[in-house]
């Protein structure tokens, strides 16, 4: 095999179209599996105490946050910042962390720094023990968040939303549950996270297998036992190989018997150099301090330069990966099979055996699949107790009663873990199954059929007093927590003018309409044919990314700082360009 440093554009181009051929799929998202019928179990709350059970509630509050992961609780706190009392968060889980909630896979572990992704260092006093914290501590750091602002006090867990009525006459949302509570709030924030819902691959026989099985966002202590001993002594298979299933690898490495690691697409995968936190870590310890240290990363994980007096403060892979495309005078497709290149030979540095070092490499542009970070993953292959089984784009043919079998080998095993990712489907309320009724009825799924229809990705005309936190038109960080500060803050800052005005608020349909044109007509042609050159991924709608509804379809693409100084020039104009308020009779 040609180094692939050297490859040349042209060979480069070919090589991904090859690649990318091989994985699209004429089901696309349609291959993976519900979990219905008898694979629920896959997706049961091992946490839970007990059912949840209770008496249904009828009661009135502030606002309603439809869920409790880090951009709920950011939600929350900055509502009780302007005044609102009683803000009721309502999660599924039976506690608040949303994906830090579910996912206990040993090696979680964020992989944006600590400082910049873990919400309210400045107000809880509290410093990561390392750069890069691991689930037990981000966890309990969203539990300390909650604590420290008192936003359990309102809060509702075992419980799911099922549908919101808008009122006018009343300036309010009805909300009902699945436990049969009605619920009266003048808001209503939806904001469902997207890795709580796992995602299972279509392999023939999967439900055949007699091992224990489990999927890695609900590792139960029964499965693997503290500290994985029960997998001592056993053959384990795991399938997939993204940003979960390479953190956890490693882990399982050292204690298995025999782990076998079936991989559909290699990840790109950097150097993570985690350590744990450091005396003078940080430099800037005024008030603001976090922040300032978000926007800095997310400029510079953008690729946009940060102040001089500050330099990249985070200064890590994806910094510095951003930096070198930033930095290339080169054409941005020569500078992205450089970059590829490095990652191709660092697999081949780092992994001894040829054959599994060919496979780990990964062929397609920088960004087609999620970048992922890790010392670990890689020389994991060096171990006598490792195997790679590639498939070469297929995923394993089969499943038996004791084994995953690929090319007609039977590969057998005591247990089987799926690291196979997440539910996400098409459009922000996929898999919710949430109903919300905007002014007259209207479902807001019925809304956003063809493409999300917002006013800076947050709340939309004919849906008072509703706002959405996550992946809709807003604009991308790496880091969601500074996404979701930013986008609570400016929905805060809305908030407090409607209750000043006693009023309820709304975007104008002229305001909703300008602002779908800016995000629809930014991108470019070349940026489409990217997107279409792409290998598939949960990202593009498995490899058609055109569709409406796709994940990232509806992003502002300038980038997430220059969105975020929209939105704060927006505020600073004090004209609340494009909102409505309508006095709310029985409030006034
Ligand atoms: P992904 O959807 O990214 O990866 C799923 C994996 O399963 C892929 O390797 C996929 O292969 C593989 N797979 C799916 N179907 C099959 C099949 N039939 N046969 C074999 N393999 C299959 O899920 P992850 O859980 O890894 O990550 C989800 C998201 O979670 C990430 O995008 C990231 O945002 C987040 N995450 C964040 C972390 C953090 O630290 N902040 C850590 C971990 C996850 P293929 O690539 O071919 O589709």
Redesign the pocket.
């Known amino acids: 095999m040609q180094d692939t440093a050297e490859l040349t554009p042209e060979q480069a181009r070919e090589k991904y179209r090859e690649e990318r051929a091989k ?1 699209i799929r004429a089901d696309g998202l349609d ?2 599996l519900h979990l219905e019928g008898d694979l629920a179990k896959f997706g049961q709350d091992p946490w839970a105490e007990g059912d949840g059970a209770r008496d249904p509630m009828q009661t009135t509050v502030d606002a309603v946050i439809i869920g409790a992961g880090i951009g709920a609780l950011q939600m929350a706190v900055n509502m009780r910042r302007v005044g609102l009392d009683r803000v009721m968060m309502i999660d599924k889980a039976s506690d608040v962390g949303g994906t830090w909630y579910w ?1 206990r896979y040993p090696g ?5 720094e600590s400082y910049v992704y873990l919400p309210f260092l400045e107000e809880t006093g509290y410093v990561p023990t390392e750069k890069y914290a691991h689930q037990p501590e981000i966890y309990e750091h969203c539990r300390r968040v909650a604590r420290h602002f008192d936003l359990y006090r309102d809060a509702v867990f075992q419980t799911q939303v099922e549908e919101a009525h808008w009122d006018d006459a009343s300036g309010r949302w009805t909300i009902s549950t699945d436990r049969g509570d009605t619920i009266q709030a003048r808001y209503l924030v939806i904001c469902p996270g997207r ?1 709580q819902s796992p995602k299972l ?3 023939k026989g999967i439900d055949r297998f007699q091992g224990r099985a489990w999927h ?1 966002s609900r590792w139960a202590p029964e499965f693997a036992g503290e500290d994985l001993a029960k997998l001592a002594g056993k053959r384990v298979g795991i ?7 390479l ?1 956890a690898v490693p882990k399982l490495a050292e204690v298995a018997d025999q782990l076998y690691v ?4 290699p ?1 790109a995968v950097w150097e993570r150099n985690n350590r744990p936190t450091e005396d003078g870590w940080n430099t800037d310890t005024e008030p603001g301090w976090q922040k300032r240290r978000m926007w800095n990363f997310t400029a510079a994980a953008a690729g946009f330069p940060v102040p001089e007096e500050q330099g990249d403060l985070v200064d890590d892979g994806w910094t510095e990966i951003a930096g070198w495309f930033a930095k290339s005078q080169k054409d941005p497709e020569v500078t992205d099979l450089e970059i590829m290149g490095r990652m191709r030979t660092r697999v081949e540095e780092i992994v001894k055996d040829p054959k599994a070092a060919e496979a780990l490499k990964p062929y397609y542009r920088y960004g087609c ?2 970048p992922t970070f890790h010392d670990g993953f890689l020389p994991a292959f060096n171990r006598p107790n490792v195997e790679l089984v590639d ?1 070469d ?1 297929r ?2 043919d089969e499943i038996t009663e004791n084994a995953v079998v690929v090319d007609g080998q039977a590969y057998e095993i005591d247990c089987l873990v799926f ?4 539910d996400l489907g098409m459009g922000f309320l996929y898999g919710t199954g949430l109903k919300i009724h905007g002014r007259d009825g209207q479902l807001l799924t019925d809304k956003w059929a063809n493409g999300l229809r917002t006013l800076h990705g947050m709340y939309a005309n004919n849906f008072p007093n509703c706002f959405y936190l996550g992946f809709t038109q807003t604009a991308f960080s790496v880091s969601y927590t500074h996404m979701a500060l930013e986008q609570t803050e400016h929905a805060a800052h809305v908030i407090a003018e409607a209750e000043r005005r006693g009023a309820f608020l709304e975007p104008t349909a002229e305001a909703e309409q300008a602002y779908v044109d800016t995000v629809r007509n930014a991108k470019t042609p070349a940026m489409r044919q990217a997107q279409w050159e792409c290998t ?3 990202g593009n709608n498995e490899g058609n990314p055109d569709d409406p509804n796709t994940l990232f379809a509806g992003a502002y693409l300038p980038g997430g700082n220059t969105f975020f100084q929209v939105l704060a020039d927006w505020r600073a104009a004090g004209t609340f360009e494009g909102v409505t308020f309508t006095p709310v009779a029985s409030r006034s």
């Open positions: 994985r291959q993976y996912n979680a572990q964020c992989d944006t890795l691959p279509g392999i890695t399938i997939g190989t993204g940003a979960t299933g953190q079936f991989q559909r697409t990840s699949k999620r498939t784009g995923g394993p690291a196979t990712g997440f598939p991924s949960s």
